[in-house]
């Protein structure tokens, strides 16, 4: 895929990082405002759909290499699971760092961990894992459009490692 | 801590942590992974079988994920349960410890057979990914988990089929399967908004407790009925099944046998559990009776004439799964009939949910064996096989149980199940004995010639380097043919402590509705 | 008070719409754009299920006590629904991309090689 023109290439410039924060945010806010874990994680994964229509694969293949993001898949599941196992004293994905409302209010609103506890922590796992993940799927498909009809190969060959 | 106390939640969590961790350990090389995938197989197993202990020695078991209390479904003051539930009963226990064997033996299979492929470490999430989504169908007790449990087995099992893509045939059996399975789920969708719509609860036992029977239920039953039976693989939807489960890996197709019963057993939990006493009709008895005839009959003709191997177990499957809905469909026409049930009516219920443990221990160990096959000749066509007994004995030893147990042949385990179903079919109507008779002879018979093909006779020419069998292979195809052993040379204490609880937790839907509502009900 | 039989109806067009795509076609992405159809059907089947007429927001940390709140539980079950609907159409894509690479064709009739 060849890069678009320099309008497209502009306005991706201008948009591509700010994905990336807008995405954050959603992703952060998830248990007060719209959106959570799944939701901001897509608006990340946006990023790199954004760079791959406006600059063509050749170049984004070569600035992205696909193991941060599988980094950032793993790491986001383990910490989900982390969370679940942490509060295995009570019983599995037991909520251990909830604070009830009505000591959110006596103590002057929301701190640094919010009230709804270990919900927002693991929306940010998530969060972390669907960018990772959505990001994964979409530069994959797109390199698996790029190769060419290669011939039959009748009998059980071993797999080109991609 | 006490870990005994956990156990329901341990069968979910331990093979999510083995499918996340994989990658993990993958990169610190091959055989760390294999370790991997072998450890938690085995403790997948374990925790199942305390699991099966803890149940027949305490009952039915409830756990309440992430509640102050786990075993405590209903927090002071409410008279509804509000979280996740997971209510593990006898019949639960039963079919994760079949799912379990069979995950465990297709592991120790995969290790070497699937050794020369790339993409592993996938492969090794996939097959956790799919024993999750198998093990939660069968233990939860609530219908939206089950439907997402559905899922994540369905999608596992989507990316599994497909796992040899260099071969179009795989690719497009998989595609297949994705419309008719996705299209099956979005049904279970429908009716549990249906129900959620009407009721506002979504909880299994708690939905049993207030359900009468009007047009929406009726409807979301049908709905139920048809996508989990598609989902088994019953009369008239089961075309995604041989394309299926003889493209897959021969592991996987081992793992996909169990996994079809888990839907099987998740429509047996709605028309028992659920539905219960409110069915007063039996149109949906008589339904589950004839369809599974119809699968005995018409998908054991079409095994007989298939020349590939796999395609043909499948099939065998097919007609396997019309005996286990004849067995539990007789179950369920006497349910609200005491001296029916009594006199013929649970030994049917027996005869099916026994048939549900011996069908995955022996389809799985033919499918393991059909995976030999190909391993040791390249090919999974009968034309081109021959006088394979003298290259590997231990494989035709094992097949040889395995045929005898599918065939029903005395004194297997698949005679002793098949024998319960047709003493109680007898009394229903004689006809149903003699459908359930001839399949049964049609079914040894192509097996005789699976066996005469591919193990007797002059060896072929085109395998005169054929490969040898490594010992994992052999480890797992011996762990479900000592599943087999064990089965038929204790048969009467298998069928008093594994099928009778079982049987008898279908039954009561009382005791399953009075473990979730504490006696509220 | 709950909403009238007006979403319902929809839900059932689309639905049917789905279905006879993935019925009646031959192009196997017109059978995918089918399928991710049911599924949007039947996602809004649930969130209507859910919407109590003049209800809101259903968090109370925000909005104290209110007269009618909307349902929280089916906006639950479809964000579920819809992760699970985008995973399966990214594999039927890539399954259809791989079946295109193999036979050049996206015509149904034309891959079919297994029968019997």
């Not at chain 2, 049908?222 to 075309?239: E, V």
């Not at chain 2, 007609?319 to 004849?326: A, E, H, I, K, N």
């Amino acid at each position: 895929m060849k890069p678009l023109s320099v309008v497209v290439r502009t306005g991706c410039d201008m948009f591509a990082w700010f994905m990336v924060v807008f995405g954050t945010y959603v992703i952060i806010h998830g248990d007060v405002t719209p959106g959570g874990g799944f939701q901001g994680g897509a608006v990340v994964a946006t990023f790199a759909a954004l760079l791959l229509v406006a600059y063509g694969g050749e170049k984004v293949l070569s600035w992205i290499s696909l193991d941060v993001y599988n980094t950032f898949l793993t790491a986001g599941l383990l910490l989900f699971l982390l969370f679940g196992f942490a509060g295995m004293g009570t019983s599995f994905l037991y909520n251990f760092l909830a604070v009830p409302e009505a000591v959110v209010h006596a103590g002057g609103g929301p701190a640094v961990i919010p009230p709804s506890g270990t919900i927002a922590l693991m929306d940010i796992a998530v969060g972390l894992e669907v960018a990772g993940g959505l990001t994964l799927i979409i530069l994959y498909m797109f390199k698996g459009s790029r190769l060419e009809i290669n011939s039959e190969t009748g009998g059980e060959t071993g797999h080109d490692s991609w | 801590m006490n870990w005994q106390a956990h156990l329901p939640a341990l069968l979910l969590a331990v093979p999510l942590l083995g499918a996340f961790a994989a990658p993990v350990f993958n990169l610190g090389g091959k055989t760390l992974r294999n370790v991997w995938f072998i450890t938690v197989s085995t403790c997948v197993f374990l925790v199942a079988f305390a699991l099966w202990r803890d149940v027949s020695v305490n009952g039915i078991l409830v756990y309440v994920m992430g509640g102050e209390d786990f075993a405590l479904s209903l927090p002071s003051g409410m008279k509804l349960p509000v979280r996740i539930i997971l209510e593990i009963d006898a019949m639960s226990a039963f079919m994760a410890l079949a799912g379990s064997i069979t995950s465990m033996a297709g592991a120790w299979f995969s290790v070497s057979y699937m050794d020369r492929f790339s993409g592993m470490s996938r492969f090794v999430s996939l097959y956790f990914l799919l024993t999750l989504g198998m093990l939660g169908m069968m233990v939860t007790g609530d219908l939206f988990n089950f439907f997402v449990f559905l899922e994540i087995a369905s999608v596992a099992s989507y990316g599994l089929v497909a796992f040899w893509r260099d071969k179009p045939q795989a690719i497009e059996a998989s595609f297949k399967y994705m419309v008719m399975s996705q299209i099956a789920a979005m049904l279970v969708l429908i009716a549990v908004g249906f129900l959620y719509g009407r009721y506002n609860l979504l909880n299994m036992g708690a939905l049993g407790s207030v359900m009468q029977m009007g047009l929406v239920e009726k409807v979301s039953l049908a709905l139920l009925f048809s996508a989990l039976a598609l989902k088994c693989g019953s009369f008239p939807m089961y075309l995604w099944i041989p394309d299926a489960y003889a493209e897959a890996p021969a592991s996987v197709s081992c793992l996909l046998v169990t996994v079809s019963q888990a839907s099987l057993y998740g429509l047996f939990r709605v028309a028992f559990s659920i539905y219960g006493v409110s069915l007063t009709n039996s149109v949906v008895a008589w339904a589950i009776i004839i369809l599974g005839l119809i699968s005995m009959l018409v998908a054991v003709s079409m095994a007989v004439v298939q020349h590939e191997v796999k395609r043909l177990m499948a099939y065998h499957a097919i007609s396997q799964t019309g005996y286990m809905m004849l067995g539990v469909g007789i179950g369920l026409l006497v349910l609200g009939n005491p001296e029916a049930l009594a006199e013929y009516g649970f030994t049917a219920l027996k005869g099916g949910v026994f048939h549900i443990f011996n069908h995955a221990m022996y389809k799985g160990l033919l499918f393991l064996t059909a995976g030999t096959l190909f391993y040791m000749t390249g090919s999974r066509d009968l034309n081109k096989m021959g006088g394979l007994i003298r290259r590997s004995p231990g494989t035709a030893f094992m097949f040889v149980i395995a045929a005898a147990a599918i065939a029903g042949l005395p004194p297997m385990n698949g005679y002793t199940s098949k024998l319960l179903i047709y003493q109680s079919s007898f009394a229903v109507h004689p006809f149903i004995t003699v459908v359930a008779l001839v399949t049964s002879v049609l079914t040894l018979a192509s097996f005789v010639k699976v066996f005469q093909t591919a193990f007797l006779g002059p060896e072929h020419k085109a395998l005169v380097n054929a490969r040898k069998v490594p010992s994992t292979m052999m480890v797992g195809m011996g762990i479900l043919t000592v599943a087999i052993l064990l089965l038929t040379f204790l048969p009467g204490s298998a069928l008093s402590n594994l099928v009778e609880p079982a049987a008898k937790a279908l039954v009561d839907q009382a005791g399953y509705i009075g473990a979730i509502m504490g006696g509220a009900f | 008070m709950t909403v009238g039989n007006l979403p319902f109806l929809v839900v059932g067009i689309l639905f049917l719409i789905g279905l006879l795509a993935v019925l009646r076609e031959k192009n196997m992405i017109k059978i995918a754009i089918g399928i991710t159809i049911i599924e949007s059907a039947v996602n809004m089947l649930l969130i209507v299920l859910g919407y109590r007429l003049g209800g809101d927001v259903p968090v109370h940390f925000l909005k104290g006590e209110v007269d009618a709140m909307v349902l929280p539980t089916p906006q639950a079950l479809t964000l579920t629904a819809i992760v699970i609907a985008l995973a399966t159409s990214a594999l039927m894509l890539s399954v259809i991309m791989l079946l295109y690479k193999h036979y050049g064709t996206l015509n149904v009739d034309e891959i079919r090689r297994l029968r019997g």
